[in-house]
């Protein structure tokens, strides 16, 4: 069973940056697509940024679009998003999600949270005004 370990949330007043990492374990990561999404108090689960095996291709949700940035370091067995300017309503639970089995589906199905197989524990971020 593939783990997954996220970190890096924390508190930060609006207009800042936060850094989060998603590491997962044995020797695969390469071969897996992976996305991050949010879920803020009160709310459902929604698809903030995703990137496949190779990193050519990045998708993003409108609401991040120009903040944030999805990237992986495949040596490390990690995926990043670093979040720029950051506001109030970036406020929420962030979950690290893993698919195992990528398909020429991805750009199709990247937003869909029942593309991904195993998630992280989640890491708060929250943003002040």
């Known amino acids: 069973q593939v783990q997954v370990v996220e970190s890096g949330g924390g508190l930060v007043q609006a207009g800042g940056s936060l850094s989060l990492s998603c590491t997962t374990s044995g020797d695969a990561f390469a071969m897996y697509n992976m996305a991050w999404f949010r879920q803020a108090s009160g709310k459902g689960r929604e698809f903030v940024a995703a990137?496949?095996?190779?990193?050519?291709?990045?998708y993003y949700a409108d609401s991040v679009k120009a903040r944030f940035t999805i990237s992986r370091d495949n040596d490390k067995n990690t995926v990043y998003l670093q979040m720029n300017n950051l506001k109030p309503e970036d406020t929420a639970v962030y979950y690290c999600a893993v698919d195992l089995s990528p398909s020429a589906y991805f750009r199709e199905r990247y937003y869909r949270d029942d593309e991904y197989d195993i998630w992280g524990q989640g890491t708060q971020v929250t943003v002040s005004s």
């Open positions: 990137l496949g095996r190779s990193a050519k291709y990045t």
